[in-house]
Nanobody, 122 residues
């Protein structure tokens, strides 16, 4: 079982940057690929980025490619999402997820964090 706690959200102006962190507890962190998803008001939760168990492979939604970078530090059981060139459309609650396997996927697993709010003003 994996427990996830996100942090790092906040209010930022368009063009700015934020770095989200997701701290995991549980022994199985390094055996899971990890992902970030987001949900804007009135919209479905959507995939943002994924990273394989080793960090060797990453995958991004087209909407964030070139602006966001996902990374992980297994020794600290933490996954990060560096967000640059933020736009108002990036405003959402961002969730960390332990993906079902060891490779990248856009399909979420069972374990979610509580979410962290990111608001980008124009």
């Amino acid at each position: 079982q994996v427990q996830l706690v996100e942090s790092g959200g906040g209010l930022v102006q368009a063009g700015g940057s934020l770095r989200l962190s997701c701290a995991a507890s549980g022994r199985t962190f390094s055996s899971h690929a990890m992902g970030w998803f987001r949900q804007a008001p009135g919209k479905e939760r959507e995939f943002v980025a994924a990273i394989s168990w080793s960090g060797g492979n990453t995958y991004y939604a087209d909407s964030v490619k070139g602006r966001f970078t996902i990374s992980r530090y297994n020794a600290r059981s933490t996954v990060y999402l560096q967000m640059n060139s933020l736009k108002p459309v990036d405003t959402a609650v961002y969730y960390c997820n332990a993906l079902p396997g060891m490779g990248v996927s856009t399909i979420p697993g069972h374990y979610w964090g509580q979410g962290t709010q990111v608001t980008v003003s124009s």
